[in-house]
């Protein structure tokens, strides 16, 4: 269901320049909860303002410091059918992906261009007017404007943009301004009274409420994220506006929701405010944010892979493909190993490993914990510079069958693998039984049985031989890698 920034339900909170009823309730101070039991003497009886946070005083405090932030947007239009919005390399196309909305048709080849205005959330972070927002709202702005909340309006600069965790630093040429209080999203706790400020449907200075409902969570294609997740009501045009929590500190900046309707249905998402505040610094001094890469796939570890491997309980992160040349090959890691903690830390989610790598700085040493043949051991990995990375993978010829798996599969040949760019050795002709319920699919290329790399017909049958029960095959699908368990007993 998660889709970065497709329109298949997926909506990050952006903006849309159209106004919609939302009402958000909960519950009042004054309103008392009815109850059958008779008080007795040694009950003690608390006030509402005990029962109910009360955020006034955030509103009163941080409210001056949220800002409107508009943008307008100039695009070409093209003839019918080629026009903004049909490629999805467009840069309007994925703008508009994340209203949830249709990008312009072409109107023919003389169309003038089109102007797209939108409007976002962004709080000030310091007195000289240093203001952070999401990237998407001020991506390919040709005009950007800040409204404070005593209608001052300024025009905006951008000082630096990083797609990968969607946050942009924006400067406005003014003085002496009310700034926010950062604070800790490590501190959080689930369970959490939190608030958010921002500018939904353009309703200015608009607070919502609500619960942390989860931390450090990792979304489809937001791999140096660990979102912290709330039922704090967002939705468009809250795009970049801060999340507070009680002590009326940021712990967080508002970014997606998940929704089937375009509007909040209960999950939304929060980049914690210690990833923007390292973004904006590196921004700021650097102009870029260099982040750390050690060259792995990597996958979450259920209890099937769990006991695939030996763990003693699903943890850490399993480690599906290893690039050759890479820092993790030279350090001597290599796939069917689960990273346990990295530098002392140990983690539950993807989000998190990613995360404390791409915080290493380059030429750095990270220390990882590595679990390896039903045991732990040591790894020091030199880390490098972040590179984007693409593999493609196609499929043909004859066959061979491992009926205990379910799988029909053949060998690859030499000049196949060097046209895949893989080290695998089988490619899946058809799938069914078992691995068809553990969703392995035709042109799957199959790397390894547990962490035993395959390379033929002959070799997966007899690996079969040995076992009746949950192994996991690491498979190589278009640009990933990823294990599958599948139960075989």
Same mark, same amino acid.
């Not at 921002?198 to 309703?203: D, I, R, V």
């Not at 379910?406 to 046209?419: I, K, N």
């Given at each position: 269901?998660?889709?970065?920034?497709?329109?298949?339900?997926?909506?990050?909170?952006?903006?849309?320049?159209?106004?919609?009823?939302?009402?958000?309730?909960?519950?009042?101070?004054?309103?008392?909860?009815?109850?059958?039991?008779?008080?007795?003497?040694?009950?003690?009886?608390?006030?509402?303002?005990?029962?109910?946070? #009360?955020?006034? /005083?955030?509103?009163?405090?941080?409210?001056?410091?949220?800002?409107?932030?508009?943008?307008?947007?100039?695009?070409? *239009?093209?003839?019918?059918?080629?026009?903004?919005?049909?490629?999805?390399?467009?840069?309007?196309?994925?703008?508009?992906?994340?209203?949830?909305?249709?990008?312009?048709?072409?109107?023919?080849?003389?169309?003038?261009?089109?102007?797209? /205005?939108?409007?976002?959330?962004?709080?000030?972070?310091?007195?000289? @007017?240093?203001? $952070?927002?999401?990237?998407?709202?001020?991506?390919?702005?040709?005009?950007?404007?800040?409204?404070?909340?005593? /209608?001052?309006?300024?025009?905006?600069?951008?000082?630096?943009?990083?797609?990968?965790?969607?946050?942009?630093?924006?400067?406005?040429?003014?003085?002496?301004?009310?700034?926010?209080?950062? @604070?800790?999203?490590?501190?959080?706790?689930?369970?959490?009274?939190?608030?958010?400020? @921002?500018?939904?449907?353009?309703?200015?200075?608009?607070?919502?409420?609500?619960?942390?409902?989860?931390?450090? /969570?990792?979304?489809?294609?937001?791999?140096?994220?660990?979102?912290?997740?709330?039922?704090?009501?967002?939705?468009?045009? !809250?795009?970049?506006?801060?999340?507070?929590?009680?002590?009326?500190?940021?712990?967080?900046?508002?970014?997606?929701?998940?929704?089937?309707?375009?509007?909040?249905?209960?999950?939304?998402?929060?980049?914690?405010?210690? *990833?923007?505040?390292?973004?904006?610094?590196?921004?700021?001094?650097?102009?870029?944010?260099?982040?750390?890469?050690?060259?792995?796939?990597?996958?979450?570890?259920?209890?099937?892979?769990?006991?695939?491997?030996?763990?003693?309980?699903?943890?850490?992160?399993?480690?599906?493909?290893?690039?050759?040349?890479?820092?993790?090959?030279?350090?001597?890691?290599?796939?069917?190993?689960?990273?346990?903690?990295?530098?002392?830390?140990?983690?539950?989610? $993807?989000?998190?490993?990613?995360?404390?790598?791409?915080?290493?700085?380059?030429?750095?040493?990270?220390?990882?914990?590595?679990?390896?043949?039903?045991?732990?051991?040591?790894? #020091?990995?030199?880390?490098?510079? $972040?590179?984007?990375?693409?593999?493609?993978?196609?499929?043909?010829?004859?066959?061979?069958?491992?009926?205990? $798996?379910?799988?029909?599969?053949?060998?690859?040949?030499?000049?196949?693998?060097?046209?895949?760019?893989?080290?695998?050795?089988?490619?899946?002709?058809?799938?069914?039984?078992?691995?068809?319920?553990?969703?392995?699919?035709?042109?799957?290329?199959?790397?390894?049985? !547990?962490?035993?790399?395959?390379?033929?017909?002959?070799?997966?049958?007899?690996?079969?031989?040995?076992?009746?029960?949950?192994?996991?095959?690491?498979?190589?699908?278009?640009?990933?890698?990823?294990?599958?368990?599948?139960?075989?007993?």
């Amino acid at each position: 269901m998660f889709s970065r920034l497709t329109a298949k339900k997926m909506l990050v909170t952006a903006v849309i320049p159209a106004v919609f009823g939302v009402y958000y309730a909960f519950a009042l101070p004054g309103h008392t909860t009815a109850n059958a039991a008779p008080q007795t003497s040694t009950q003690t009886s608390k006030s509402p303002a005990q029962r109910f946070p #009360d955020f006034t /005083r955030i509103v009163e405090e941080n409210g001056p410091s949220v800002v409107n932030v508009s943008v307008s947007r100039t695009t070409p *239009v093209a003839a019918q059918g080629q026009g903004p919005g049909n490629s999805q390399d467009d840069p309007l196309q994925e703008f508009l992906r994340r209203f949830g909305q249709q990008g312009p048709q072409g109107r023919g080849p003389q169309a003038e261009p089109e102007i797209q /205005r939108g409007l976002g959330s962004g709080f000030i972070i310091s007195a000289d @007017g240093i203001i $952070l927002t999401n990237a998407h709202v001020v991506a390919e702005a040709t005009e950007i404007t800040v409204k404070l909340t005593d /209608r001052r309006e300024f025009d905006a600069k951008v000082l630096g943009i990083d797609k990968r965790t969607d946050i942009a630093v924006l400067k406005i040429d003014a003085k002496n301004l009310p700034a926010v209080k950062i @604070g800790h999203a490590s501190d959080l706790r689930v369970g959490e009274w939190v608030a958010a400020i @921002g500018s939904p449907f353009g309703f200015e200075n608009t607070i919502t409420s609500g619960i942390v409902s989860a931390k450090a /969570r990792a979304l489809p294609d937001e791999n140096y994220v660990p979102f912290i997740q709330t039922d704090v009501a967002v939705n468009p045009g !809250n795009s970049g506006g801060p999340l507070f929590n009680m002590d009326g500190e940021v712990v967080g900046m508002n970014s997606q929701i998940f929704s089937r309707t375009g509007g909040f249905m209960g999950l939304s998402f929060a980049i914690p405010i210690d *990833v923007a505040m390292q973004v904006k610094d590196d921004l700021i001094t650097n102009g870029k944010v260099t982040r750390g890469r050690i060259g792995v796939q990597i996958q979450d570890v259920n209890q099937a892979l769990a006991n695939s491997f030996g763990l003693p309980k699903p943890q850490g992160a399993l480690i599906s493909g290893v690039e050759p040349g890479s820092p993790a090959e030279k350090a001597g890691l290599k796939s069917g190993d689960v990273v346990l903690s990295v530098n002392g830390k140990e983690f539950n989610q $993807l989000s998190e490993l990613s995360g404390a790598i791409a915080a290493t700085k380059p030429g750095n040493t990270a220390h990882l914990q590595v679990w390896r043949d039903s045991k732990s051991r040591d790894v #020091d990995v030199k880390v490098a510079e $972040l590179m984007d990375q693409k593999v493609a993978v196609k499929s043909a010829g004859d066959e061979q069958t491992s009926a205990k $798996l379910g799988l029909t599969v053949r060998e690859l040949a030499p000049d196949e693998r060097a046209q895949l760019k893989t080290e695998g050795g089988l490619v899946v002709q058809n799938a069914s039984g078992a691995a068809a319920r553990a969703g392995i699919q035709a042109g799957d290329v199959i790397l390894a049985f !547990n962490d035993t790399p395959l390379k033929s017909v002959e070799q997966l049958k007899n690996l079969m031989k040995k076992t009746d029960k949950t192994i996991a095959l690491l498979i190589q699908r278009d640009a990933n890698r990823m294990y599958v368990p599948v139960q075989v007993g």
